[in-house]
T-cell receptor, first 113, second 112 residues
Framework: DTAVSQTPKYLVTQMGNDKSIKCEQN?????MYWYKQDSKKFLKIMFS???????INETVPNRFSPKSPDKAHLNLHINSLELGDSAVYFC????????????FGPGTRLTVT | QQQVKQSPQSLIVQKGGISIINCAYE??????FPWYQQFPGKGPALLIA?????SEKKEGRFTISFNKSAKQFSLHIMDSQPGDSATYFC???????????FGKGTRLSVIA
């Protein structure tokens, strides 16, 4: 009964490729997020979606595009991958933006070679 | 603009000792003060949280101390165990419909 799931767990790809990471939550939450965690463990919010609408888009290159087909899913599509995109990407959800508790997925480790 | 300053960056504690991690914030509009725990290869998970109307909250070996006037809150882990070895994040929430603001994390290693 995974609350927030992500696929794939690992993603290795070459520079210039386009890739997607999928996220699903079964908690009935209204808000979903994407975070990037670099090698120093810094956790940086990228996007926040509330009821399928983009609420927050931090300073993120437009090569990154979130897509929310419904309230339970928030996918991340990345175009023209660069070496600096290598990181662990976490999906999270909460009941309302800024909800008391954010539930994180297990992460997707993206390696760009 | 860095709203949250977490310290130390890393911490090594002997088994049975007390681990203390601090978080200082600038935005006085924060209204919720959680700590998240992240084990290697896992996503962060809520450990313990406090609201600004209380100065301390204890859950088992974990205690949050909150100092509103100093704009600081800290996490204390009593009787630290090797299983507590993880990265800890403070993540205060600004009032209103806005996401948590994560600190830069503290890597805790508890050695036997």
């Amino acid at each position: 009964d995974t609350a927030v799931s992500q696929t794939p767990k690992y993603l290795v790809t070459q520079m210039g490729n386009d890739k997607s990471i999928k996220c699903e939550q079964n908690l009935g939450h209204d808000t979903m997020y994407w975070y990037k965690q670099d090698s120093k463990k810094f956790l940086k919010i990228m996007f926040s979606y509330n009821n399928k609408e983009l609420i927050i888009n931090e300073t993120v290159p437009n090569r990154f595009s979130p897509k929310s087909p419904d309230k339970a899913h928030l996918n991340l599509h990345i175009n023209s991958l660069e070496l600096g995109d290598s990181a662990v990407y976490f999906c999270a959800s909460s009941q309302l933006t800024g909800g008391n508790e954010q539930y994180f997925g297990p992460g997707t480790r993206l390696t760009v070679t | 603009q860095q709203q949250v300053k977490q310290s130390p960056q890393s911490l090594i504690v002997q088994k049975g000792g007390i681990s203390i991690i601090n978080c200082a914030y600038e935005n006085t509009a924060f209204d919720y003060f959680p700590w998240y725990q992240q084990f290697p290869g896992k996503g962060p998970a809520l450990l313990i949280a406090i609201r600004p109307d209380v100065s301390e909250k204890k859950e088992g070996r974990f205690t949050i101390s909150f100092n509103k006037s100093a704009k600081q809150f800290s996490l204390h882990i009593m009787d630290s165990q090797p299983g507590d070895s993880a990265t800890y994040f403070c993540a205060p929430r600004p009032a209103g419909n806005t996401p948590l603001v994560f600190g830069k994390g503290t890597r805790l290693s508890v050695i036997a």
